[in-house]
Each structure stands twice: as C-alpha cells, then as structure tokens.
C-alpha cells in the first residue's frame, strides 16, 4: 500500500491451481496508528487513501509492479454492510475505487461519538453501558441526559465513569413524573455546547433496531408508581427509551 512517500506492506500466499494460474492472497488486520491500543497486533495506516499495489520479486532479483483492480459495487443491499467501523477504535477502513479503476484503501479516524455496549433491564430500574470514543474532552466532563423527543424536556443524570467508559441509570421518576400518556425520549452525553447522542454504530447492521431487539419490562419506581419500559434503537441505531404509566385501581376510580 502507498500513500505520498509512505508504503506498508504485508506478504503474499501463494496458491498454485491446476490449471496453471496462482492465487496470490494477502491477510492482515487493520489499525489505526493513533486511535488503537499501540500494543494491538495489525497493519498500522493512517488517515487518507492508500493505493494497493502487487510486487513481484523474480528469482533475478528484479521486480514488477501491478496495480489491484477494483471489485465491483454490490449489485444489491443484504442485511449487513460493505464496510463498517472498527470495533475497538471507530475507524472506518473501506475499499474505494480510483479514477482509471484501481482498488484503494480509504482510512478515515473515528468521529466523536458515544457508543452504547449494553442496556441492562431490572426491576427497579434501566441501567445504560457504553463509551466515549474519540471525545476530544476528558470523559468525567461529560453528563447525561435524557431528551423528550416532543416537548424537548430535558432529564440530566450524572454517569458513572471508569475511564472512557460510563454508566447511568436512565432518570425514569423525573421522566414520567406528571404524564399519563406514552412519551419517547433520546440518550445523549453533554458537555457544556456538545451534544453527543448515544447509539449503536460501530457494527456492520445494516438496521440495527430490528436486529438488536429489546423487550418491554415492567419498572416499579420507588414512588409506587408502574411503568411499562421499552430501552430499544430507533431506526437510525439511536438509544431511546419510551415509557408510560400503568393505570392502578386508585387511578381508574379517579
């Protein structure tokens, strides 16, 4: 691969076919050299595009070189796709195609984003998992909060921070204090005018709200009151949780 003065390189295997023809393949995992663990095993590449490029070393010593045609464009969508960002940092490493045809490699760092690892469902409460990647901000800056999606009421909750990693309980009893009916809020980290919305995006799910499917559960606050919960993935892989309150029977002699 080359870009500019720089080159990486990785060797080929070679497979001799009966019909005299070789197939030459290369495997290597891709890391980012600034956003990656320094101690992750891979090819190190940086942000830009790299031009792939076949060298060949003949017995005499001297060499050829040949471009690496492009594949061609999925003919259609399936479930996942073409490429999708790395799971430990959020780089994105995707094939792209040249002007006269050849095969690239596009690299480009993670944006700041906040990614969610987990919801935990209990009883007596909803507890959300994720990070912070590429923040730009010391993490412990950054608090929670709970958007009402009409109204644009705001929740804040203070997280749980074990370095880029944090924790919070979604602030059910101030999300549900005084409604009746169904209300649909979005997760978001902030920090003073940055808004990160936390989601599910570092994965190759093409939709991931109907892949990464939740239940509803049934919350009982300390106040007494019920709730029926539902922490999901919107369509655009966003981590939103709507609730509503369960009627009792002192509510239906009212």
Known sequence: MERHAESRSV?????????????????????????DDPQQP????????????VVVRHRSGSTSRFAVTAPPAPAAEGPTLVSCPSAGSGTVFRIARSLDGHAMLKVAGPRQQAELTAFTARWDRITVHGRLIAAGLPPS?????????AGGAVVPVRPDWQGDRFTFDVPLCAMSAGKRTTHVWDLRLRCGRTKIR??????????????????????ALPTGTLLRVHAHLSGAGRATVSCTVIPTNEDNAR
Not at 23 to 30: P, S
Not at 42 to 53: F, H, N, S, Y
Not at 204 to 211: A, E, F, G, S
Request: hydrophobic share 35%; charged share 25%; glycine share 8%.
């Open 42 to 53: 891979g090819l190190r590449v940086g942000d830009g595009l790299w031009r792939l490029t």
């Open 198 to 219: 936390i989601g599910r995006r570092l994965t190759d799910v093409r939709h991931p709200n109907k892949v990464f499917r939740t239940p509803f559960r049934t919350v």
């Open 141 to 149: 800056r950054f608090t929670a909060e709970a958007v009402q999606r």
């Open 11 to 35: 060797p080929l295997d070679l497979e001799h076919h009966g019909d005299g023809s070789t197939l030459l393949t290369a495997t290597t995992a891709l890391c980012h050299p600034r956003h």
